[in-house]
């Protein structure tokens, strides 16, 4: 069955640091999310992508947030000066469509330790 | 303002029982809503999904109901067995909106 992948599994860095999450959506999907949880709270709803562009943000995507598809299969979240509170669980999913009620595919995330 | 809402207290039931769960929201006029397993440290995984104009919605031992009046969708899991032991989220898409959004989820623990 196709996979969402995300790496680093893991991340550790300083406060401050940028750091850049890579995730590859399942090829025919055409719809691309990132979600954060921070430990222990719900699933929160970052940014969507489509056709090479940000089609929704939330409040939590402001101007430290960037997202990129660099080479048509690799969808990247970069944070440009890390901060504690940015320690979280990040999830990259990604939907053949949206609107007619498509399931999302999620990865299986990556930790942020900022310290 | 808008409002999602599933049970925060775990459920605990006996295997082979009826587990049943409530995610009730407020201010949203969703199309569909959908329902996904978490298992800690891991994504959510989609479950089902059911449509407004849809009353019940089945799939192997599970069943969703959803009711635009009362505002509230109901999950079922019938024959329960430990390996059903898990987080469970709701999640639906307001109109005009892009993306999910999210319930804090209900954990089910089921007991051998």
């Known amino acids: 069955e196709p996979e969402v992948t995300q790496t680093p599994s893991h991340q550790v860095t300083q406060m401050g640091q940028e750091v850049i999450l890579r995730c590859v959506p399942i090829?025919?999907?055409?719809?691309f999310y990132w979600y954060r949880q921070i430990l222990g709270q719900k699933v929160e709803f970052l940014v969507s992508f489509y056709n090479n562009e940000i089609s929704e943000k939330s409040e939590i995507f402001d101007d430290q947030f960037s997202v990129e598809r660099p080479d048509g299969s690799n969808f990247t979240l970069k944070i440009r000066s890390t901060k504690l509170e940015d320690s979280a669980m990040y999830f990259c999913a990604s939907s053949v469509g949206v609107g007619q009620g498509y399931g999302y595919t999620f990865g299986s995330g990556t930790r942020l330790t900022v310290v | 303002s808008q409002k999602i809402e599933q049970n925060s207290e775990a459920l605990n039931i006996q295997e082979g029982k009826t587990a049943t769960l409530t995610c009730n929201y407020t201010n949203y006029s969703p199309a569909y809503l959908q329902w996904y397993r978490q298992d800690p440290g891991r994504g959510p995984v989609f479950l089902l999904l059911i449509r407004e104009n849809e009353k019940e919605k089945r799939k192997e031992r599970l069943k969703v109901t959803f009711d635009t009046t009362l505002k509230q969708s109901l999950f079922h899991i019938t024959a329960s067995q430990p390996a059903d032991s898990a987080t469970y989220l709701c999640a639906l898409m307001d109109t005009g909106r892009r993306a999910l959004t999210f319930g804090s989820g209900t954990r089910l623990q089921v007991q051998p």
């Open positions: 090829s025919n999907h055409l719809y």
